[in-house]
């Protein structure tokens, strides 16, 4: 249960700092900010860029807090959402290539966050128990491009070049995977 008074709490944090309170934003800051560095970090893959990335990741959210939709995502998947978009954003602007390792990412042992990753949270609830199955039940083609894309921080070019398949190919089956599953979802 300690996941959802978390989710609750987040939830009602974004409130307030969509209402300008400062020291709502000093406490998300607080509970967000290992976990968010580590995704910038992951894309940027350098620790000086993505303290940078976090800082816009955070200026983004104190400026767009009251767009966040409790009825689309969770507190964590929206803030994770900025937060690798705005990593994104960045190698892009730099002229740089989101580069896809699969190795250990150096340093990441080091980040003091006590919370489960995303993969490890969503086995913990039947919302992500429903979410698992509904995977499962896609094309394996499919379910993996999605999952690597949304758990693994991935661009589309990316997931094209690691599966040798055309760019425009891979966003289709990623566009026909979430639609296969949004029907999942709601059934």
Not at 133 to 142: A, K, M, Q, T, V
């Amino acid at each position: 249960m300690k996941t959802e008074l978390d989710r609750e709490r987040l939830k009602r944090t974004l409130a307030d700092v969509a209402s300008g309170d400062r020291a709502a934003m000093a406490d998300l800051y607080r509970a967000t900010s290992a976990k968010l560095f580590g995704v910038c970090l992951r894309i940027v893959r350098d620790d000086a860029e993505a303290e940078e990335v976090l800082q816009e990741v955070y200026l983004t959210v104190w400026k767009r807090a009251a767009s966040y939709d409790p009825a689309k995502a969770s507190p964590i998947t929206w803030l994770a959402a900025v937060a690798r978009n705005r990593a994104i954003d960045r190698l892009r602007a730099s002229g740089a290539r989101v580069v896809r390792s699969s190795g250990p990412i150096d340093g990441a042992m080091d980040l003091a966050d006590p919370s489960p990753d995303a993969e490890s949270s969503l086995s913990h609830s039947e919302e992500s128990l429903r979410l698992k199955g509904c995977l499962d039940r896609l094309e394996p083609d499919h379910a993996g491009l999605i999952r690597r894309a949304f758990f693994g921080g991935l661009s589309y070019s990316d997931l094209a070049e690691a599966a040798g398949r055309p760019l425009g190919t891979v966003k289709t089956w990623i566009r026909k995977g979430l639609m296969n599953l949004k029907v999942c979802l709601e059934s």
